[in-house]
């Protein structure tokens, strides 16, 4: 890096990313009077808001408890039109914020930080980027925050051939900025997850046909989305930091108005069993695998709700050899469970069908479709709802060296270890915003960022407090915690599938589970306990 570092003196903090994560981590730094800035690639803040504007984008967390929670006013004067925010309604309330909060003239757009060096000598990061115009530039800072975002990397399976497919390819995660009109067009969507069972009711409405191509079936429970009732609203906001508070207490950091029930899936009647089953999926959203305590933890009480579910299909969709095919196999909630409307009512229209690739995979995609278990399906347009390299993807795609020139590709080789889900050994003063090992991906991932930029804000005041310069996660507190953070998997089901949870969506990818399935409260609690035995399981310098 021969040019001229852009601040001199090194900043305080250099954050990655302009969603949620990166914009409270700098509203944060401000207020504590340290100095920090953005570096964003995107032209926009809002983060995943800004990527994914498919039609039909929306959150799966209601909105009153989608949002930031610091600032009484803002919690206030933001007005939610629906109970499921919109992707466009998002990015307005992102950029709001950037607004509201004076955060504009910190965040460099268009600006993609593309390497960070530990200099142990002067025991901070030099991070170079590159803008869009092509010119790169350095920087240097005592601390690094990356807030990337866990789902940030869109993933775009190998096909053969896909070069030559003479339509547009569109990326769930990478659509373009221009409205797509699908009038007349024949589609071909491959997936079946959050993105696929969202976009595909939409495009169904506009387009000539609509082809499904379905690897694995996924469970979609109900949204019920709709205007937010100003009544819930105005009984939420009369005490928004009770609501939080309440929310907080939740494993998941949500859904405080519907908590789980403790009790066993296995010890109630089926009658008991459906009633409670149907009057979640009334409610709507993740609710559902809160019926009992035991479906998540036991693969015999998480098949109850799964038939359940099954049966809820097989119901909604008039030809039974397509239920048959949508009814998923794996257990419920193992996967990320999909919250959407109207995905199964999609296949009662005629112009819509569903392939089965799970014993015929995609051999090619073709000039006018692709080819399957053999044979040719037709299509003019494909839009690729394939997911991401989760949580490790914009890391590993990063030149990222900590202490001595260890790489974060070497370090991370069979998984991401580290500790708290919040530093990484061998990298001193870089802490992640919702990363593997922190319970992130398991609750309102507003609450886990407003969590993590918390302890991030205090643990660095702390260490000015006390004249410390570095920061850094000791290899035996990072060995227990990634085998705490394994123990905890192996009590759940989530280990008897293939999930990005666990890196198995991308071929090649070090299969580690990376989320911490213990819920929030009691990893709050241990990340405060580290802090209060003055920061336990870190090497100060
Ligand atoms: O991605 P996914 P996503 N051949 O990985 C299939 C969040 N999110 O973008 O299951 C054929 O879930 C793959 O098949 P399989 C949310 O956390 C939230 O939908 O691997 N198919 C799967 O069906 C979510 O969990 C919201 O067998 C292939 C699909 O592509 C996460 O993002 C909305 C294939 C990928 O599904 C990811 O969701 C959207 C291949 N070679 C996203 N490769 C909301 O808030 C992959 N697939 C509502």
């Known amino acids: 890096m021969s040019d001229a570092p852009a601040s001199d003196p ?30 964003e690639a995107a032209p926009s803040v809002g983060g995943t808001w800004y990527a994914n504007r498919y039609p039909g984008a929306r959150v799966d967390i209601q909105s009153l408890e989608y949002s930031f929670s610091f600032c009484e006013a803002l919690q206030q004067e933001w007005q939610w039109t629906e109970r499921y925010a919109g992707q466009p309604e998002l990015l307005r309330y992102a950029n709001h914020v950037a607004d509201r909060f004076d955060l504009r003239r910190e965040i460099h757009l268009n600006t993609r930080m593309t390497s960070a060096r530990f200099d142990d000598l002067a025991q901070g990061w030099r991070v170079g980027s590159i803008r869009a115009d ?46 797509v009109d699908f009038s007349g067009r024949h589609v071909g969507v491959v997936g079946t997850g959050s993105s696929a069972v969202q976009v595909i009711p939409r495009v169904a409405q506009q387009a000539a046909s609509v082809t499904v191509f379905q690897r694995t079936a996924a469970y979609v429970v109900p949204a019920h989305n709709g205007p937010l009732d100003p009544a819930h609203e105005a009984r939420v ?80 969709v008039h030809d039974p050899a397509t239920a048959a095919l949508l009814c ?79 790489r974060i590709q070497d370090k991370w080789r069979d998984g991401p270890l580290n500790y708290l889900g919040l530093t990484v050994a061998g990298f001193p003063n870089l802490f992640n915003i919702a990363g593997a090992g922190s319970t992130s991906a ?82 709050a609690e241990r990340c405060a306990a580290v802090a209060d035995q003055g920061y336990a399981g870190f090497a100060l310098g």
């Not at 899936?265 to 993740?286: H, N």
């Not at 799970?358 to 399906?377: K, N, V, W």
Request: hydrophobic letters at 45%; proline letters at 6%; a neutral charge.
């Open 442 to 523: 398991f609750t309102s991932v507003i609450v886990s960022i407003e969590h993590h930029v918390d302890w991030i804000a205090e643990c660095i005041a702390w260490m000015d407090a006390q004249g410390h310069a570095t920061i850094e996660a000791t290899d035996e507190a990072e060995r227990a915690w990634v085998a705490h953070v394994n123990a905890i998997a192996a009590r759940t089901v989530f280990l008897s599938c293939n999930s990005w949870y666990l890196g198995a969506n991308i071929p090649g990818k070090a299969r580690m589970f990376m989320p911490l399935a213990g819920g929030f409260p009691a990893y």
């Open 328 to 406: 998923p196999h794996q257990p419920i909630g193992c996967k990320r469970l999909c919250v959407a409307d109207g995905y199964y009512e999609t296949f009662n229209r005629s112009n819509v069908q569903l392939v089965d690739l799970s014993d015929r995979p995609i051999e090619a995609i073709t000039s006018g479709g692709l080819r399957a278990g053999g044979r040719e399906h037709a299509f003019d347009t494909l839009v690729l709802a394939t997911g991401f390299d989760a949580v490790t993807g914009p890391l590993m795609r990063l030149d990222l060296r900590g202490r001595s020139g260890l």
């Open 237 to 316: 906001k009369a005490d928004y930091p009770g609501f939080r508070a309440r929310n907080r207490q939740m494993r998941t950091g949500f859904g405080c108005e519907l908590p789980p029930d403790p009790a066993s899936a296995l010890a109630a009647s089926p009658e008991a069993r459906a009633a409670a089953f149907e009057a979640r999926w009334r409610v709507g959203g993740f609710g559902l695998l809160g019926a009992y305590g035991d479906l998540m933890t036991d693969l015999q009480a998480n098949a109850l709700a799964a038939e359940f579910v099954r049966g809820k299909i097989r119901e909604t």
């Open 134 to 179: 092509g010119a790169s530039q350095a920087w240097q800072a005592r601390f690094v925050v990356l807030a990337s975002g866990p789902l940030s990397t869109p993933f775009t399976p190998d096909f053969p051939g896909v070069q030559t497919f003479a339509g547009p390819v569109l990326h769930t995660a990478a659509w373009p900025h221009v409205p």
């Open 10 to 39: 090194p900043l305080d903090l250099l954050i990655v990313g302009a969603g949620f994560g990166g914009l409270y981590m700098l509203h944060k730094a401000r207020a504590m009077g340290l100095s920090a800035l953005i570096l």
